[in-house]
């Protein structure tokens, strides 16, 4: 079964950074575009940032510059490196995926910037 586990989040100052990690398995990691999605209080969830197969990014105006989405296929893991971290980022951050047309989410990691 398809299976996504993130880690990585936690407490961090603004300015800080975090890399988010999101384990996949179940499926031919290799071939599928992956996502990180975010949600704060009160919030609809946002798409922060995705990845194709190939290795093409794209980001929300809001995070560019600052945060970088990769990927290691022979890991089926895809992460998220955040920088320069701001409390506006304060969200749980979700690793999404959409296997053979239906749609699966990791159990999310709070990411929380506080001084």
């Known amino acids: 079964q398809v299976q996504l586990v993130e880690s990585g989040g936690g407490l961090v100052q603004p300015g800080g950074s975090l890399r988010l990690s999101c384990a996949a398995s179940?499926?031919?990691?290799?071939?599928?575009?992956m996502n990180w999605y975010r949600q704060s209080p009160g919030k609809q969830r946002e798409l922060v940032s995705s990845?194709?197969?190939?290795?093409?990014?794209n980001y929300v105006d809001s995070v560019k510059g600052r945060f970088t989405i990769s990927r290691v296929n022979a890991q089926n893991t895809v992460y998220l490196q955040m920088n320069s971290l701001k409390p506006e980022d304060t969200a749980v951050y979700y690793c999404?995926?959409?296997?053979?047309?239906?749609?699966?989410w990791g159990q999310g990691t709070q990411v929380t910037v506080s001084s």
């Open positions: 999404q995926g959409r296997i053979l047309g239906r749609i699966y």
């Open positions: 179940g499926f031919l990691f290799s071939t599928y575009a």
């Open positions: 990845i194709t197969p190939g290795g093409t990014t």
